[in-house]
């Protein structure tokens, strides 16, 4: 029996083309600056967002901590979103290495509001107080269900958070579902943030790697503070080689992952039993609710029926499609899951 592994899109497997190009990639000595892969995906990482430059790192989560890094420092607070994968699945990095506060901002669907931020910051002549240095968005929303921000949220926040002299991070951990679901260019999307991180191991495939892109300086800074975690890696053109593929060849065709999640997720809200707010279904993720059952033993009982997905809570389940999930499996899943339910 083959296995419909919906727990996440970070289960992909490199391509074909991302291994051969794996095994043919000139290498040398990132730490020296000498990789001349790891070099070609920075600067083709930075054009595509728009920005000055770009650093290969190990995760979306070393990406997002060295964004913050950059952008506040021990004292300060970051304004996000209360269900952000920053505070909720971090291991409060930003707390721990950098000395910063999460202030947790609670939304109706993950879309941070200038009012909302108006509302967040921080007196500057209150010394009982910390000081406000930066905004975080993450697009696609993971805990609100993988909704994309409008280029108009996007704009508004910005602007807001520049004119109180605030940074702007990115959690882009799944921007280009983002962009492909809204169709607006990433580099669009970026202009309204000074920091972006970007995960090249999620719907695009690669084995390992982000990528954080933002002003020259920052990067500098950035690349020191990688170093300090120790994640300055040597010949990691071996990795950087698949994400360059990845980046020419796996974007677009996100597009089927948002289909195959829509029909998923239409077939799931149609079942007795179970809850799913489809305006929420805009990309590859699918949340939804069990009226009856608990998410971990409705669960167990799909496993033993080849389906895999998360419980992300009592009665709240996770299924993601991705580049190993094609028509056939969301029809089989919903089978096993109507089977399921009826016990
Ligand atoms: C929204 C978001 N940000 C950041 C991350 C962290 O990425 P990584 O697992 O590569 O550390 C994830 C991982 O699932 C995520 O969903």
């Known amino acids: 029996m083959s296995v419909i592994d919906l727990r996440s899109d970070t289960v992909t497997l490199p391509t074909a083309d991302m291994l051969r190009a794996m095994t043919s990639a000139p290498l040398g000595d990132d730490v020296f600056g000498d990789d001349p892969t790891v070099n070609r995906l920075e600067e083709t990482a930075a054009d595509r967002m728009g920005k000055e430059a770009a650093l290969f790192v190990a995760s979306g989560t070393m990406g997002n901590l060295l964004g913050l ?63 406000s240095a930066a905004v975080m968005i993450e697009n696609t929303h993971n805990w609100h269900g993988g909704v994309a921000w409008s280029l108009t949220d996007l704009q508004r926040l910005a602007e807001t958070a520049r004119s109180r002299g605030l940074a702007v991070h990115t959690d882009g951990a799944r921007i280009f579902n983002a962009a492909v679901a809204t169709g607006t260019d990433v580099r669009t999307m970026a202009r309204h943030t000074d920091t972006i991180t970007f995960c090249l191991s999620k719907g695009l495939c690669c084995p390992v790697g982000s990528v954080l892109c933002g002003p020259a300086e920052k990067i500098r800074q950035a690349r020191r503070w990688r170093k300090m975690l120790g994640g300055g890696m040597r010949q990691a053109g071996v990795l950087a080689a698949a994400g360059l593929v990845a980046l020419d060849t796996m974007v677009d065709r996100l597009a089927d992952d948002h289909h195959n999640a829509r029909v998923l997720a239409e077939g799931l809200a149609g079942l007795p039993g179970i809850d799913c707010d489809l305006s929420r279904v805009q990309t590859n993720l699918v949340y939804f609710r069990l009226k009856q059952a ?44 109507r089977d399921v339910l009826r016990g």
């Open 69 to 131: 890094l950059v952008s506040a420092r021990s004292g300060q607070e970051v304004i996000a979103d209360a269900d952000s994968h920053l505070f909720l699945n971090e291991a409060a990095g930003a707390a721990v290495v950098g000395g910063v506060q999460v202030r947790q901002v609670p939304t109706e669907r993950g879309i941070l509001s200038a009012a909302q931020v108006l509302a967040a910051l921080r007196p500057d002549d209150d010394d009982h107080q910390p000081l």
């Open 294 to 337: 608990d998410a971990a033993s409705f669960l167990a009982a799909c496993s033993g029926d080849g389906l895999l997905g998360g419980a992300l809570g009592q009665d709240l389940v996770r299924f993601v499609t991705h580049h190993g999930i094609g028509a056939e499996d969301v029809q089989r899943a919903l089978v096993i899951c």
